[in-house]
Nanobody, 123 residues
Framework: HVQLVESGGGSVQAEGSLTLSCAAS????????MGWYRQVAGKERELVAS???????GYADSVKGRFTISYDNAKNTLYLQMNNLKPEDTAMYYC??????????????????WGQGTQVTVS
C-alpha cells in the first residue's frame, strides 16, 4: 500500500523560496520514478517536475532554472526546492509516483498514486 504525504507548503512573498517534501511509504522507486504536479482551481493538473530512477530530471518550462527536484533514498522522501517564486506559482502541489503505461505512441510515464496536496501561495 503506497502512501504519500506532502508538507512544506505555505505563503511566501514573490522571489522567496520554499521546499516541499513528500514522504513515501510502501513504495519502491521504479524506472518512471516520481513527480511533482500542481493544480489551480478550474484548471488541469500539470506536471511541474519529474525524477526517474536513472537520476534524470525533467521540468516544465515555466519552472526551469528555479525549481529542483530530488530524492533522499535513506528517508524515502521526494523534495521540490522552489526558488524565485512568482505569483503564478500559486497552486496546490501534489507529489505522485509514476508508472509506465501504453499510449498510442508507445509507453509513457503517468502518475498512479497521489498525495493529499500542499498549498503554495505566492503574493
Amino acid at each position: 500500500h503506497v502512501q504519500l504525504v506532502e508538507s512544506g507548503g505555505g505563503s511566501v512573498q514573490a522571489e522567496g523560496s520554499l521546499t516541499l517534501s513528500c514522504a513515501a511509504s510502501g513504495y519502491i522507486f521504479t524506472d518512471c520514478g516520481m513527480g511533482w504536479y500542481r493544480q489551480v482551481a478550474g484548471k488541469e493538473r500539470e506536471l511541474v517536475a519529474s525524477l526517474r530512477y536513472d537520476g534524470s530530471a525533467g521540468y516544465a518550462d515555466s519552472v526551469k532554472g528555479r525549481f529542483t527536484i530530488s530524492y533522499d533514498n535513506a528517508k524515502n522522501t521526494l523534495y521540490l526546492q522552489m526558488n524565485n517564486l512568482k505569483p503564478e506559482d500559486t497552486a496546490m502541489y501534489y507529489c505522485a509516483t509514476r508508472e509506465a503505461r501504453p499510449t498510442t505512441l508507445g509507453q509513457a510515464c503517468r502518475p498512479n498514486y497521489w498525495g493529499q496536496g500542499t498549498q503554495v501561495t505566492v503574493s
